[in-house]
């Protein structure tokens, strides 16, 4: 089944400063990569997703990138905001069609 | 428009009982997944139901279980609790097939004592 690995598991960074967070995926035919934002006692939220015949997706400050050949896919904060705290989960739908999560990112934006 | 929505907030059952948790999805979705995130720790996928009928399971014993209503809502099912299973379990939608964005509910935390 599918597998996806999620690093680094936690990412400090100075407000205004860029984060940077990478995910590689096992399943060849996985089309569909979402990214989640879970803020402390809360759901995972939608935030950027993006689909196999797309390269580079941008919302705003979020920018999500997927390198189909390498099989692995980013996702990009610029001028980070201490809302911006929280954990962060990569998502793949492969063959098997439910998502598979990687296993979070903690993000602290430090003021 | 309602989000998911997910029944009861809490549950504190005592090991060896039965819990039962329900999720009620978007209107119109009618694929509904669950997964388990233990305390820390990410989401690991239980079950997928869509159209009524069970599509796919984890890596999770039999004593999970559920089924999805003609009306598309959803039940999970734990038996024998274990200490272990004290976790939040998230339910998600989406429209048919799993082919669109998948949407979450709140969450119900299960305390097993």
């Known amino acids: 089944g599918e597998n996806v690995e999620q690093h680094p598991s936690t990412l400090s960074v100075q407000e205004g400063d860029s984060a940077v967070i990478k995910c590689t995926y096992s399943?060849?035919?996985?089309?569909?990569f979402p990214w989640y934002k879970q803020e402390l006692g809360k759901r995972p939220q939608l935030i950027i997703d993006?689909?196999?015949?797309?390269g580079e997706k941008k919302d705003q400050r979020i920018a999500v990138t997927l390198n189909k050949t390498a099989k692995h896919f980013s996702l990009h904060i610029t001028e980070t905001q201490p809302e911006d705290s929280a954990v962060y989960f990569c998502?793949?739908?492969?063959?098997?069609?439910?998502?598979?999560f990687g296993s979070g990112t903690q993000l602290t934006v430090l003021p | 428009e309602a989000g998911v929505t997910q029944s009861p907030t809490h549950l504190i059952k005592t090991r060896g009982q039965q819990a039962t948790l329900r999720c009620s999805p978007i209107?119109?979705?009618?694929?509904v997944y669950w997964y388990q995130q233990a305390l820390g720790l990410g989401l690991q996928f239980l079950l997928w139901?869509?159209?009524?009928?069970?599509?796919n399971r984890g890596n999770f014993p039999p004593r999970f279980s559920g089924r999805q209503f003609p009306n598309y809502s959803s039940e999970l099912n734990v038996n024998a609790l274990e200490l272990e299973d004290s976790a939040l379990y998230l339910c998600?939608?989406?429209?048919?097939?799993?082919?669109?964005?998948?949407?979450f509910g709140q969450g119900t935390r299960l305390t097993v004592v």
């Open positions: 998600a939608s989406s429209l048919f097939g799993g082919e669109t964005e998948a949407f």
């Open positions: 399943d060849s035919a996985s089309n569909y």
């Open positions: 993006i689909r196999s015949n797309v």
């Open positions: 998502a793949a739908r492969g063959s098997a069609r439910q998502l598979t």
């Open positions: 209107s119109g979705h009618t694929s």
């Open positions: 139901y869509d159209e009524g009928e069970e599509r």
